[in-house]
């Protein structure tokens, strides 16, 4: 068969629905969230700083969010912000804690893969006369404690090391580092957008000082954000205004997302035990199936991952090639991350894991989630391999999976 036919056969089996696997950028809001949200927007539409009926209503609603989120966070209700995305958390988080300590030290330490929300608040804060240290992470995206630990100085005031990672789905060893820091006086952020339904997120136990989550990313409404500030702990707001949120956050509040945040958090730590287990099987059944296909490198942890979270580098094409034919054939999931697509250059997290830049280029995330069916996986695992056999045959690359593997560090076992 020529490429062509070959082509003209995969397209002839297009489905009609599309089979959604990018929930790691964003998920639909459950029915329960959405449901819960509806009053906020046309009866109790009140200004929860108003002295009125309506306006205690909506503070009232607004209060009960705050309990429910510190219930899962195992904290006080005080303790909780609410801000306008995960982003705007980590930014305060980075920036504000930084800032407000200046005068103690001028010494921040992040993560080599953490996400933009924190890696850019970070350069800038290196243009306000900080010093960044970024810790490496191994060849599965983990960092080691004992880096950390190298890297710590007495003028380190925060270290900021996201808990699960949102391309390669990592889980970070968040304890042993907040145990690390118990003596030390660097605060402690952690990025738990992607942790938030799949892993523990007790502050006490975790031993963080700032915790971010967002509502996109757990069947939540987008545009809204969580930010834990240990009680104590101080930081320069980013908003200046009316004064809400303590004074940490102003602007009035938008009280359909926080009700549909802590919702969806309830909700998401309520189901994790049965939809973890079910996910991962899932996961598993897609890792296997896939590389299964020759240079195929999994990349990320074998072990330590995330419930959802597939990502494989697939040698010698294209992700964005590739990704363009999965769309064609009804199967949505990403290269790169996202927030990245608009830009060609090779994701900072698969190089940070060691792998050469080529095989960063192929790297494709397959996140499942609550609708993900075993059908699905079949399917994708039918599709796949096509693709890759279509775009090998047109490629100008051969790429020699024994000089990856001198070269990277990845887990080459899978090739
Ligand atoms: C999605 C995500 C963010 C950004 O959250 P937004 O609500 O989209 O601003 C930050 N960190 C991680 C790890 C994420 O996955």
């Given at each position: 068969m020529t490429v062509q036919q070959e082509i003209q056969e995969l397209l002839k089996g297009r489905p009609k629905k599309f089979i959604y696997l990018d929930h790691a950028a964003t998920t639909y809001v459950d029915s329960r969230v959405y449901e819960a949200m509806?009053?906020?927007?046309?009866?109790?539409?009140?200004?929860?700083?108003?002295?009125?009926e309506l306006g205690k209503r909506a503070a009232d609603a607004m209060q009960a969010a705050r309990e429910t989120v510190a219930g899962v966070l195992g904290c006080r209700a005080e303790e909780i912000i609410f801000t306008g995305s995960g982003t705007e958390s980590d930014n305060m988080a980075v920036l504000g804690v930084a800032r407000k300590r200046a005068k103690e030290g001028k010494h921040v330490i992040i993560s080599a893969i953490e996400h933009h929300a924190v890696e850019r608040p970070a350069e800038q804060l290196e243009k306000e006369g900080f010093e960044v240290t970024k810790v490496p992470v191994d060849k599965f995206g983990r960092i080691r404690v004992e880096d950390v630990k190298a890297a710590?100085?007495?003028?380190?005031v925060l270290v900021s090391i996201m808990y699960?990672?949102?391309?390669?789905g990592t889980i970070q060893p968040i304890y042993e580092i907040g145990t690390l820091l118990k003596d030390h006086k660097a605060l402690f952020h952690t990025d738990a957008c992607q942790a938030?339904?799949?892993?523990?997120?007790n502050v006490e136990k975790l031993g963080v000082d700032l915790m971010t989550l967002n509502g996109s990313k757990i069947y939540g409404p987008k545009g809204v954000g969580v930010l834990y500030i240990r009680k104590g702990v101080e930081i320069q707001p980013l908003v200046f205004g009316g004064g809400q949120e303590r004074g940490k956050r102003s602007g009035t509040e938008n009280v359909a997302n926080i009700v549909g945040m802590a919702k969806a958090l309830s909700i998401a730590q309520a189901e994790s035990e049965t939809e973890n287990a079910r996910l991962k099987e899932l996961r598993d059944k897609l890792i296997d199936g896939l590389t299964k296909i020759p240079k195929t490198i999994l990349n990320g942890h074998p072990e330590l991952r995330l419930p959802n979270n597939v990502n494989v580098s697939i040698l010698d094409i294209e992700g964005e090639a590739f990704t363009l034919f999965l769309n064609e054939m009804g199967i949505y999931a990403s290269t790169g991350s996202a927030c990245t697509s608009t830009s060609l250059d090779p994701s900072h997290v698969i190089l940070a894991t060691g792998l050469p830049y080529e095989c960063a280029h192929g790297s494709v995330r397959f996140s499942l989630g609550r609708k993900t069916t075993e059908e699905e996986i079949d399917y994708v695992l039918e599709v796949v391999p096509r693709v890759v056999s279509i775009l090998r045959k047109i490629s100008p690359l051969n790429l020699d999976a024994d000089k990856v593997r001198e070269k990277g560090q990845g887990d080459l076992k899978y090739i």
């Open positions: 509806q009053p906020f927007f046309q009866v109790e539409f009140g200004n929860p700083g108003g002295f009125y710590l100085r007495d003028d380190t699960a990672n949102n391309e390669i938030a339904g799949a892993l523990d997120l």
